[in-house]
C-alpha cells in the first residue's frame, strides 16, 4: 500500500484554491484600507445636491470580497464533493470527506429544512437571516453530528484505543502495516505517540464534548435561575448572601479549585458526590415550583403534572447521584440502573460549580430590570404570587440574553473541560477528549505536529462556531 | 468615600477570610493527610503510624483550631512526646521551646515549609512571584493597548469593514484558548518540522534573561486570549458613546472625525474597559498557570501546579492565599476607579 498524499489525484485543484485565498485575502486588505481611507458614503451628493445612491471603490471592494469568499467557498464544496466520490482516489481529504458522508447528510438536510420553513421557527429561524449565525450553526452542528454518528462509531476508522504495530508517531496518510480483512487501510491523520489512530480519537474525543458541555451548561443555567431570580426579585438580606456566595466562588481561581475537587484524594471523601446531591437538586426544584405556581389553583392538574414531570426526574435524580459503595449509598443496587464512570461525575460537578454564578449574576441583574416593567406591576395588582411573577411573567422576557449566553457558556464549558485534560484532571488518561490529547501531543510538539494539531483546531472552530452563533442570536434578537 | 472604601476593605477580609478557610478545609481532608504522613514519613506505614505522625504534627485538631493557628489567630499546638521534649509548629530544631513564639501563622510572617522544594514556603513564593510578575508585566503591556486600539477602531464606525474584520479577530481570539494557541504558536514559529524556528519553544532561559527570542510567544499566547474579551467591551463601550447625543452635537457644529474621536469620545469609552481589565485577572491567573506548563517557565502558575500535584499542603495553602489577594485587591480597585472616573455615580 503506498501512503496516501493530502489532495491524491485532485491536486490540480490546489493552484486554483491557493490562488481564490490570495484574492480572498487581498480584497479584505483593500476593502479595510478603502474604508479607512476614503470619507463615509453620504446619500446627499456634495456637488449637486441631489440624492443619490452612491457606487464608490467601497462598493466595489465589498464586491470583490464576496466574490472572492464565494469561489473559495465553491472550491471547498469542489473538493468536498470530489472527495465523497474519490473516497481514498482523493487523497487524506478526499478520504475524510467519504468518512465524514453522514455528517454532511445531516447537516444539508437541517438547513435545508430550516430555511424551508425559517418563517415558522421563530428565533431559530431568524438566525438563518444572518451570515455570521448561519456559519456559526454549520461550524457547531458539524461537531455535533461528528460527534454523535462517532459514538455510534460509524465515522471512525479504527478503535481510538488500538495500538497498532509500526504507526507510532508515523505522519498522515501512512499505509498500516499488515491490515486485516475490513479494516480501513491507512492512519487518515497519522498515529500518536502510542500507535493509536488521530483521526478517530477526534472524532471520538467530539462526542466528550458534545455530551457533556451542554447538559453542564443547562444545569448551570438551572442553578444560576432558581438563584438569580428570588435575589433580584426580593433583594434585601437574600440577595445580599447569594452575591456574597457568588463573588466567594467568582474569585477563586478555576484552576486551584480544579485542582482541589478533582484529585482522588477528594474524591475519596466524597466531596464531589455531595455536591452533585445539591447541584442536581435544582432541576427539581425548578420544575417543581414552576408546575406549582402556574397550576396552584387547580390541584387536580397541578399533581397530575408534578406526578409527570417529577416523579422521572427523581428517579433519574436518585440513580446518578447513588454510586454503591461510595458515601452516598442510599438506593438498594437493584434500583440503581444508571453508573456513570468515576472521573465523569466530579468534571461534572465542578464545571457546574464554575459555571453557575457567573449565570446567577446574569439572571438577577435581568430580573432586577425587568420586575420595574409594567407588565409586572399589573400581575402584582392581579395578586399574583411572586414565584409566578418570578418564572412566567420576569423568566421569559428575559430569555434574549439568556440564550445568547447560553451560546457562549456552552463555548467557554468546552474550554474549561479541555483545561480539565489538559493538566490531566478526572478524565481517565486514556479518553480521547480534546484537552487530553492535547497535552500528550504537546510533548513531543517539536518533532511531530500531527498528534497535537488536530485535537486543537477542533476545539478552536467548535469554541468558534459557538462564538459565532452567539454573536448571530445576538443580533437577530435586536432586530425585534 | 471614605465610608464605602472601608465597607469594600471590610467585606474583601471576609471573602478572603472565607475563601482560604474553604482551601484550608480541602487541603486538610484526612486522606490528603494520610498522604502527606506517608510521603513525609514512609510508605508501609500503617494506620496506626499514620495517625500518631498527625496527632505529633497537630493535624487532628478540629479543623476552625487549626485554621486559625495558621492564620496566627490562635497559640500554634505543641507536641509533648513521652521524654518530654516538645515539638510544634513554632519551634524550629534547636530551640529552646520557652523562647519560641506562641503565634505563628500567616499574620506573623510564618508561611510554613514546603515539602517538595525544600525550603520555606514565604521565599519560594516571592521568587516565583516576581517571576510571574515579569510575565504578567509584559503581557499587559502588549495586550492593552493593543486591545484598546482594537475596540475603539472597531467601535469607531459601527457597521463597517473596519468594525466587522477587527469583530471577526476578536471573536477569534476568545474562541482561542490557551492550550490552544500556545500549541500553534510552538508548532508554526519554534518546530523543526515547519523548519521557521524564530522563536524558542520553551521559556525556562527567560527566566534569568528574558529576550524576544524566548519570551515573545508565551507573553502573546496570554494576551491574545485575553485581548479579544477587553476589545469587544471597548467596542461596545465605544459604540454607545458614538451615538450619543454631544457627539452628534460636535458633528453638526462641524467637528472633523478624529477630533471628535480622540477628545470627545475616547475619554467616555474607555471607563468600561478599565473595569473589565481589572476584572480579568482571575482569568488572567487561568492562564498563566497553562501558559507557564506548557513553556516550563517555573513561575507562580508552575508552582501552583506543582504544589496542587504532589499533595504539598503548606504551599498550595500560601499560592492560594496569594491568589486570592491579587484577584480581591483587583475588584477593590476597580470598584473604587470605575468611581473615581465615573462622576455620575454617587455612593450613599
Known sequence: ?480 | MGLFILRRVGIMILTALCLTFVVFFMTNLYPNLEKLAKTQGNFRMSDEAVASWLEKGGYLQSTPKKYLEWVGLAPSYQHQAEDGTITGRCITPGMDPKDAPRFCGILQGYWGYSSVFKDEVSSIVATRLSLTAILMFWVMLVMVPSALILGVLAGMKEGSATDRTLSTVAITTTATPEYVSGVLFIAIFSSSAVGLKWFKGTATSAMDSPNLENFLLPVLTIALYGMGYIARMTRASMTEVMTAQYIRTARLKGVSFPKIVLKHALRNALIAPFTVIMLQFPWLLNGVVIVETLFNYKGFGWTLVQAAGNNDIELLLGVSVVSVLVVLITQLISDIGYVFLNPRIRIT
Request: hydrophobic share 55%; aromatic share 12%.
Open chain 1, 1 to 480: 500500500m503506498d501512503p496516501l498524499s493530502w489532495t491524491g489525484n485532485i491536486a490540480f485543484l490546489d493552484p486554483l484554491l491557493f490562488f481564490a485565498l490570495g484574492l480572498l485575502a487581498l480584497s479584505v486588505l483593500v476593502w479595510i484600507v478603502l474604508s479607512a481611507v476614503l470619507p463615509e458614503n453620504r446619500a446627499i451628493n456634495v456637488t449637486g445636491g441631489s440624492a443619490s445612491l452612491s457606487s464608490g471603490p467601497l462598493v466595489l471592494a465589498a464586491l470583490a470580497v464576496k466574490a472572492a469568499f464565494l469561489a473559495t467557498s465553491a472550491l471547498v464544496a469542489v473538493y468536498l464533493l470530489l472527495g465523497i466520490v474519490m473516497g481514498t482516489g482523493a487523497g487524506i481529504i478526499g478520504a475524510m470527506a467519504q468518512r465524514l458522508l453522514p455528517v454532511w447528510i445531516a447537516l444539508v438536510l437541517l438547513f435545508t429544512l430550516s430555511i424551508l420553513f425559517k418563517r415558522k421557527l421563530g428565533l431559530y429561524g431568524k438566525l438563518f437571516d444572518s451570515p455570521i449565525g448561519m456559519i456559526g450553526f454549520a461550524l457547531v452542528m458539524f461537531w455535533v453530528f461528528t460527534g454523535f454518528f462517532g459514538a455510534v462509531d460509524m465515522i471512525i476508522t479504527h478503535d481510538p484505543l488500538a495500538q497498532l504495530s509500526g504507526l507510532k508517531n508515523k505522519v498522515p496518510g501512512t499505509p498500516l502495516r499488515s491490515p486485516e480483512d475490513g479494516d480501513f487501510l491507512w492512519y487518515l491523520l497519522g498515529g500518536d505517540n502510542l500507535a493509536r489512530d488521530v483521526f478517530s480519537r477526534m472524532v471520538k474525543g467530539a462526542w466528550e464534548v458534545v455530551k457533556i458541555a451542554p447538559l453542564a451548561t443547562v444545569f448551570a443555567f438551572m442553578v444560576g435561575i432558581t438563584l438569580g431570580l428570588p435575589a433580584g426579585y426580593f433583594g434585601g438580606k437574600l440577595d445580599t448572601f447569594l452575591s456574597f456566595l457568588a463573588n466567594l466562588i467568582l474569585a477563586f481561581p478555576v484552576i486551584l479549585l480544579f485542582y482541589l475537587l478533582v484529585t482522588p484524594e477528594i474524591v475519596q471523601t466524597g466531596l464531589p458526590q455531595f455536591m452533585a446531591v445539591v447541584l442536581f437538586a435544582f432541576p427539581l426544584i425548578f420544575f417543581f415550583v414552576l408546575i406549582n405556581a402556574r397550576y396552584r389553583t387547580q390541584p387536580q392538574k397541578n399533581y397530575l403534572w408534578l406526578a409527570v414531570v417529577l416523579l422521572p426526574m427523581l428517579a433519574l435524580y436518585l440513580m446518578v447521584v447513588n454510586a454503591p459503595g461510595s458515601k452516598v449509598d442510599i438506593l438498594p443496587t437493584a434500583l440503581d440502573r444508571i453508573d456513570i464512570p468515576g472521573g465523569i461525575l466530579v468534571v461534572f460537578v465542578s464545571v457546574v460549580f464554575v459555571n453557575s454564578p457567573t449565570v446567577f449574576r446574569i439572571v438577577r441583574g435581568l430580573t432586577m430590570d425587568i420586575k420595574t416593567r409594567d407588565y409586572v406591576a399589573a400581575a402584582q395588582t392581579r395578586g399574583e404570587r411572586p414565584w409566578y411573577i418570578m418564572l412566567w411573567e420576569v423568566l421569559p422576557n428575559a430569555r434574549g440574553p439568556l440564550i445568547v449566553d447560553f451560546c457562549l457558556r456552552i463555548g467557554y464549558t468546552t474550554i474549561l473541560l479541555g483545561t480539565l485534560g489538559f493538566f490531566g484532571l478526572g478524565l481517565p488518561p486514556e479518553s480521547p477528549d480534546w484537552g487530553s490529547t492535547i497535552n500528550e501531543g504537546r510533548k513531543l510538539l517539536a518533532i511531530y505536529l500531527h498528534p497535537a494539531l488536530p485535537p486543537a483546531f477542533a476545539l478552536l472552530s467548535m469554541v468558534l462556531g459557538l462564538n459565532l452563533l452567539a454573536d448571530g442570536l445576538r443580533e437577530e434578537s435586536l432586530k425585534d
